[in-house]
């Protein structure tokens, strides 16, 4: 008996001192050798959190091959998700890429650390109309990813006509053949604009008016289903008629299925910007600052632009991408299609971005989100 | 008549296999499809194999999940019969006041178990990181100062393991318990008598009786752990990511066939695993009987089926 | 001699009271508290989280019924199939049980994943239903005009599921009771001149009933927590208590006190429907094993 005690209580010490790290500490202050486990010699890495269906995975790749640092690249469904699991403390990223609002809210809270833009040069290709941006007002944390629309997403051969208003996903003509996004701030921002209220509205009443608006359509039978990423495969197989999703991801479900259209209806929409941050407490700051010095080249947004089908705010990239793209496929892009991808000015003017929403009135969204998927 | 009926059963049964393997026959055809979708076939290919193999992700989720699986299993039949052993020789209140607490992982909803230990994860490293970035120890060896820094602690590998071994435990115990149980607890005692020390008259004695509990505990365990989704998913944190938590993340986007090719790969491993252990077994039944024959021959006939 | 035996159960006793009973205390503590301060700490003691919990009964109730229904289904099919299997020789036997466990090794997402490819709109089932003429003959009959029958992102698709997941949770305990009845029991009732019904009725059911109860459990108790299959075969459309929980800890609406006091009270329901349920018979703890 004693002598498995002895065992356990041998394996709990060798436990607890093997994860410890003891340097010597010289007469001058310095430190010489380390011992334990602290860093892995070599083994750089750097944990990026991002959405999913949102990179060119060959650039992972070779941004390991060029630097020897693992990249742990992981997804999450939605802003609020992303937020959650912050706070829950379930994962501890280094870079993360949310959205425009996701990024003030961030900021206020403390998460994020000020970037060291001299370690990233290729900042100072990203067009100036996409820097300064009301979410990180002096530019201090941010290097953005990419930007783009909301819109319908809709099958031309399931609906009668094409649609242009938001009231296609609220109307029960399509009954059973809609797809809610599931994000509580686009699902109750379209019917806001439908309403013809501000996205950014901290109005309460206008907002319960909204959320009343989608539950009724809820109640109706209306939904079919409620999803983000899980919209590709309903699309793409002709298993719905009408959806809300983001303008690069359309390009890609059109490429499969040529039947869908896309469309920012006329009472306007949201313009978005997702952009790279780092985490107040990375473990790996150095190598998060390479990663993102590595996806903001121009090449990198050529490459991603072309396979997730979203704009860049690389100036170089954005007006190089319909030569590049004529250079790789040997046919040159169609105009509509890029149109589609990087809004033109008038487009973006008709559509508001989100800005940060006071606490109480995100409380108010969490609310009226749930008891919306209650019923 | 009766033979109607034992057709209609098995008939019965067909269907039941048939609804059961269904979508795993369906994983295993759309493993060779050329193209990408899981309903419209267009033609055999092996690409999605080939494809396997480069998918680093993939490949470190399956090891991660094995590794896990394999190391929660060892770790909680060693630990599970000692404590049913432990348990076992304990007054019966105290005893059945442990088995309850011990019950309680297997029979807690598996989300309650995930958040709650997430949860009690999270709040213990919050107060070990603090103390651990704040404090540091300077020791002095031999004229030499050492400083001892204490790592930071985040949901892993390691929680994850914690989180397996908890709920696996319960089952190992459930079914050596029942050994113990009708195991003569006089062979120990004549062991003992006869002068054997504690530890031999355990493995003389007591191991071989409950061998088959500790099998099927152990197999239950490892079952368990590779089917296991959810407590993975709250315990595993940002570093690793189990075969489960990669095809939930994927299923709510689009999941690639690799991860049909992947599934059939573990699939007949499996099945070629168990052919062979049955078959084994299956011949070493028959051998016993055989040599068993004789004997009961002569014996009570009425009882040769139990 | 004995005590010191004992002894080989601390090391576990000190893990559970590390992992399994400090957890549930901590979601206890969340539940009667409201959010501190900083994300670390704790705040003021509140039933708040109870009393705004009504908004949420439809979930509650939701995932009640469709738990019941799954595990009424599992138990017509399941018990069958069990006594089935007891009836025929060992080696059929040893076959049926390993074939039963088998797509276990599979993990559960990816079979559940597949039921979505099955059941999609335009998935297999429904194409296989068109070719044959069925959805023409129902339209018909019916007069209405659908291109599919509409079995994905339904309340029937998320039972569905769970009766596929956790049916060898109900057969294997039935099943190894039932394997392990006395038969000479049997052979008396028949020699007192119960028929085979009667046999079936006053001896093999309520013998096995300990199998049931633990099958009822292992298959009730995950269905009414599940949130995976809701969300995979569900569409999000139908949220069940798991749902509700996950996302108040990992999913949109971040709010851990408000899913600790849920994750609490199903806990307590459920510990009461296990006591109602255990009256009726002591469950058999050896059942789940083979």
Redesign the interface.
């Known amino acids: 008996m004693r002598k498995i005690a002895a065992l356990i209580l041998a394996l709990a010490l060798a436990l607890s001192v093997s994860a410890c790290t003891i340097e010597r500490v010289e007469e001058d202050g310095g430190n010489s050798s380390t011992a334990g486990n602290g860093k892995p010699a070599g083994g750089r890495q750097v944990t990026v959190y991002s959405w999913g269906e949102y990179i060119d995975e060959s650039l992972i790749d070779e941004f390991e091959a060029q630097t020897g640092i693992t990249v742990n690249y992981r997804t999450v469904p939605s802003n609020e998700e992303l937020y959650s699991q912050l706070q829950q403390g379930a994962i501890s990223p280094d870079v993360i890429v949310p959205s425009d609002y996701m990024i003030s809210q961030l900021i206020e809270e403390d998460w994020l650390q000020p970037l060291d833009y001299s370690k990233i040069p290729n900042f100072d290709k990203i067009a100036d109309r996409f820097k300064n941006l009301s979410y990180d007002p002096e530019n201090l944390y941010t290097v953005p990813y990419t930007w783009g629309t909301l819109g319908i997403i809709y099958n031309t051969t399931m609906v009668d006509e094409p649609i242009t208003s938001w009231s296609a996903m609220f109307d029960d003509t399509a009954a059973g053949n809609v797809i809610l996004i599931d994000n509580s701030r686009d699902a109750f921002g379209m019917a806001l604009r439908y309403l013809g209220y501000s996205v950014n509205t901290t109005d309460e009443n206008e907002i319960r008016e909204a959320a009343a608006l989608v539950a009724d359509a809820w109640s109706k039978g209306v939904y079919q289903g409620k999803t983000m990423d899980g919209i590709f495969q309903i699309m793409e197989g002709g298993n719905a008629a009408i959806g809300t999703y983001y303008a690069g991801d359309f390009l890609s479900m059109y490429e499969n299925n040529p039947d869908l259209a896309y469309v920012i209806p006329e009472e306007g929409s949201n313009w978005f910007v997702d952009a790279m941050c780092i985490l107040k407490n990375a473990k790996n700051v150095d190598e998060a600052h390479e990663w993102i010095n590595f996806i903001a080249s121009t090449d990198a947004n050529l490459r991603n632009m072309d396979y997730i089908w979203y704009a860049s705010p690389n100036e170089e990239a954005l007006e190089k991408y319909p030569a590049w793209y004529e250079e790789q496929y040997g046919e040159p892009l169609d105009q509509e299609l890029y149109e589609i991808m990087a809004a033109p000015q008038e487009v973006l003017d008709r559509c508001e971005s989100y800005l940060v929403l006071p606490q109480d009135i995100r409380q108010l969204y969490n609310e009226l989100w749930i008891e919306l998927s209650a019923a | 008549m009766k033979k109607e009926r034992?057709l209609g059963?098995?008939i019965?049964?067909g269907l039941?296999?048939l609804?059961?393997?269904?979508?795993?026959l369906?994983?295993i055809v759309?493993s060779f499809n050329d193209g990408n979708?899981?309903?419209v076939w267009q033609g055999f290919s092996l690409r999605w194999y080939e494809q396997l193999f480069h998918d680093r992700?993939i490949i470190q989720s399956v090891y991660t999940t094995l590794l896990v699986s394999a190391l929660a299993t060892v770790i909680a039949t060693i630990?599970?019969t000692?404590?049913?052993?432990?348990?076992y020789?304990?007054r019966r209140r105290t005893r059945s006041m442990?088995l309850n607490?011990?019950n309680?992982?297997m029979?807690?909803?598996?989300?309650?178990?995930g958040?709650?230990?997430?949860?009690?994860f999270?709040?213990v490293?919050?107060?070990w990181n603090e103390f651990a970035v704040n404090y540091r120890v300077?020791i002095n060896l031999f004229g030499?100062?050492?400083?001892?820094?204490?790592?930071?602690l985040?949901?892993g590998f390691g929680t994850m393991l914690?989180?397996h071994?908890?709920f696996n435990?319960p089952?190992v115990i459930?079914?050596v318990?029942?050994k113990l149980r009708q195991m003569d607890h006089n062979l120990v005692d004549a062991a003992?008598d006869l002068g054997c020390t504690?530890m031999r008259a355990f493995f003389k004695v007591i191991l071989p009786e409950i061998k088959t509990?500790i099998v099927?505990?152990a197999l239950?365990a490892f079952?368990m752990s590779?089917?296991d989704?959810?407590i993975s998913?709250?315990t595993a944190?940002?570093?690793v990511?189990t075969?489960?938590m990669e095809?939930?993340?994927m299923?709510?986007?689009?999941?690639t066939p690799e991860?049909n090719a992947v599934?059939t790969l573990?699939?007949l491993v499996?099945?070629f695993l168990?052919v062979a252990v049955?078959l084994r077994?299956?011949r070493q039944?028959k051998a016993q009987a055989r040599r068993n024959y004789g004997t009961v021959h002569h014996g009570a006939g009425s009882r040769a089926?139990? | 001699m004995k005590t010191s035996r004992s002894l080989l159960a601390a090391p576990y006793v000190l893990w559970m009271a590390l992992f399994v009973v400090a957890p549930i205390v901590v979601v206890v503590i969340y539940a009667f508290t409201s959010a501190g301060v900083t994300a670390a700490e704790v705040g003021d003691f509140t039933w708040s989280n109870f009393t705004g919990m009504g908004i949420y009964l439809p979930i509650f109730t939701r995932s009640f019924q469709l738990a019941l229904i799954a595990t009424v289904i599992c138990l017509l099919i399941g018990y069958p199939l069990a006594y089935a299997m007891a009836k025929e020789g060992p080696g059929f036997q040893r076959t049926a049980t390993v074939l039963i466990m088998l797509p276990m090794w599979v993990n559960f997402l990816l079979r559940t994943y597949a039921w979505m490819a099955i059941l999609e709109n335009n998935g297999l089932l429904n194409q296989f239903f068109q070719s044959v003429g069925l959805i023409d003959l129902v339209n018909h009959i019916l007069g209405t005009d659908m291109a599919y029958f509409r079995m994905i992102r339904t309340q029937g698709a998320v039972v569905l599921g769970m009766v596929y997941n956790y049916l060898p949770f109900m057969v294997l305990p039935i099943y190894s009771v039932i394997i392990k009845l006395d038969h000479s029991l049997l052979e008396a009732a028949r020699d007192l001149g119960a028929d085979s019904t009667g046999v079936f009725r006053r001896v093999i059911f309520p013998l096995s009933l300990p199998g049931i109860l633990s099958g009822v459990t292992m298959v009730f108790v995950p269905s009414v927590s599940t949130f995976a299959i809701s969300q995979l075969l569900g569409g999000g459309t139908h949220m069940l208590l798991g749902n509700l929980i996950e996302l108040q800890f990992l999913g949109g609406a971040y709010s851990p006190h408000l899913g600790s006091a849920i994750a609490l009270v199903m806990m307590v329901i459920v510990v009461i429907c296990m006591w109602i349920m255990n009256r009726f018979g002591e469950g058999e703890e050896q059942a789940v094993v083979l």
């Open positions: 034992r059963s098995r019965f049964m039941i296999f609804f059961l393997y269904a979508p795993i369906l994983m759309f979708s899981n309903v992700a630990a599970g000692f404590a049913a052993v432990g348990f020789s304990m442990l607490v011990n309680i992982p029979m807690n909803a598996d989300i309650v178990t958040v709650s230990l997430c949860m009690l999270v709040a490293f919050g107060l300077i030499t100062k050492y400083r001892i820094t204490f790592p930071e985040s949901l914690i989180a071994i908890t435990i089952y459930l079914s318990g029942p003992r504690w509990g099927s505990g239950i079952t590779v089917d989704f959810v998913y709250f944190g940002s570093s990511s075969l489960a095809i939930y993340s299923a709510r986007k689009k999941v991860i599934s573990l699939f499996v099945l168990l049955n077994e299956a039944a089926r139990t």
